[in-house]
Nanobody
């Protein structure tokens, strides 16, 4: 069973930081690209960031310069470091995996999804 489990969400004040983790099991990251997505109540799901098999990264415009995606293949875990958080970052954050033969690119479609972790940015 291929699984992804997010953790690290919580309540933080504007300007604060959180680090989310995405632990993968049943597969190894070297054959998969991983994406982070978020969804706020009443809004469509938004792509946040992705990391390719080789470690190349991409970010949505709204988080560039504030968020950093990384992975530790030995731990089979992907991270999302979130700094300078804003109230508009409040959402449920999901990680997702896509099997791919491409080494440097992030796929458009992701088959496997985690359960999500809540991030709330508020005073």
């Amino acid at each position: 069973q291929l699984q992804l489990v997010e953790s690290g969400g919580g309540l933080v004040q504007p300007g604060g930081s959180l680090r989310l983790s995405c632990a993968a099991s049943g597969f190894t990251l070297d054959s998969y690209a991983i994406g982070w997505f978020r969804q706020a109540p009443g809004k469509e799901r938004e792509g946040v960031s992705c990391i390719s098999r080789s470690g190349s990264t991409n970010y949505g415009d709204s988080v560039k310069g504030r968020f950093t995606i990384s992975k530790d293949n030995a731990k089979n875990t992907v991270y999302l470091q979130m700094n300078s958080l804003k109230p508009e970052d409040t959402a449920v954050y999901y990680c997702a995996a896509a099997f791919t033969f491409l080494n440097n690119n992030c796929p458009r479609q992701y088959r496997y999804w985690g359960q999500g972790t809540q991030v709330t940015v508020s005073s």
